[in-house]
């Protein structure tokens, strides 16, 4: 008798649990990592979460029983955070080219293509699919050029952009053979350009004033920092696929656990330090980049503060910017504020970098 009324609470127990984890992810979205970390296991588990409630919602309507509420409003209050997570916008809309419209690129280049030289029959895919947006603003992370001319080059660049005549290039590393960091490229003039001052030793933000007709728009490049996972952590996590253990899960678990409680604080700081830059500004708002971090992390929710989500309004799915190994994440993003309308989104499907390009369509208002 007492072992049946056990087994008979565990499904209850597990939705309560469950019904718990929403909540710790929304936490984990404004709580920074910096003073907590546990919270953020939730967030990136948040999709898992919300399905294992959805599940729940199912399970007890189909028993009728009232624990379905439970799962039920843990769904409703956190409406807002799934449709982050997983936009709906039925059908695409075409963009009609203005006066009045910005097309932004954004791009984590994987050192632009690992600075394989651009060549007629054998192109760079990075840049091939860079020139071929015709954007007028291009945003690259993990901007790398090479002094060798057996790849790519300083001059090289400045050849195939020469439809770009205005650009800020902030090195982070620059070595006696090669340079590499964050690259804004723009067709209209660019009349300032700043670093964010933050703790980081590879990764940076920057900002560029661009005046477009009679407007100025500060363009915000950034790319946090990274959680440091290398190509044998990631072949690592692949191999459990086809070949799953529970030490190997263990081992896994544990190394992506140390590097993510690194890396999440770091990033939570710079997070803050691009609200305080975004928050000083006086001119129109564009935020581009790789945050390293999902929709609804601090991160996230940190620079996105009051600014509109391209994809969130646009999109449709999950919108997977990361592509690398069985891990299939949105780190991508761009924000813009109220001076502007998103009209397109697209991913592109350029395999040259380990993200995939994100292309956006603006109309300044």
Not at 313 to 324: D, E, R, V
Request: hydrophobic letters at 40%.
């Amino acid at each position: 008798m007492l072992r049946k009324t056990i087994q008979s609470y565990i499904p209850l127990t597990l939705n309560i649990l469950c019904v718990l984890a929403i909540f710790l992810s929304l936490l984990g979205s404004v709580l920074s990592p910096a003073i907590f970390t546990f919270t953020i296991y939730f967030t990136l588990a948040f999709p898992l979460i919300v399905v294992l409630n959805i599940f729940f919602v199912i399970f007890w309507a189909f028993f009728r029983k009232w624990y379905f509420l439970l799962s039920l409003i843990g769904l409703l209050v956190s409406v807002h955070q799934i449709l982050t997570i997983f936009p709906i916008h039925i059908g695409r809309n075409n963009p009609v080219i203005t006066s009045k419209s910005l097309v932004l690129v954004s791009y984590n280049s994987m050192m632009n293509g690992n600075v394989k030289k651009h060549l007629p029959g054998n192109p760079n895919g990075v840049i091939k699919y860079l020139l071929s947006t015709k954007a007028d603003i291009i945003c690259i992370q993990e901007y790398y050029v090479r002094k060798d001319k057996k790849y790519l080059t300083p001059d090289d660049i400045t050849r195939f952009f020469k439809d770009y005549p205005y650009k800020y290039i902030k090195f982070d590393c620059d070595h006696y053979d090669s340079i590499t960091g964050l690259a804004t490229f723009s067709k209209y003039p660019i009349i300032k350009n700043e670093r964010i001052k933050y703790k980081s030793v590879f990764n940076a933000s920057i900002y560029s004033d661009i005046v477009i007709n009679t407007d100025t728009v500060r363009v915000f490049n950034n790319h946090l920092e990274s959680n440091r996972f290398m190509g044998n952590d990631l072949h690592i996590a692949s191999e459990l696929e086809s070949d799953f253990n529970t030490e190997k899960l263990i081992h896994t678990s544990s190394d992506f656990s140390h590097k993510l409680g690194i890396a999440y604080p770091i990033r939570a700081n710079q997070a803050d330090s691009v609200l305080k830059a975004i928050k000083s500004t006086r001119y129109r708002i564009i935020v581009c980049g790789d945050f390293n971090d999902v929709p609804i992390s601090y991160s996230y929710t940190t620079i996105k503060n009051k600014l509109n989500d391209a994809y969130v309004n646009c999109g449709i799915g999950f919108g997977w910017t990361y592509n690398s190994s069985i891990y299939k994440l949105r780190l991508d993003h761009i924000f813009y504020d109220d001076h502007f309308e998103v009209q397109n989104f697209e991913i592109g499907t350029e395999k040259s970098s380990d993200h995939f390009p994100v292309k956006c369509t603006l109309i300044i208002k």
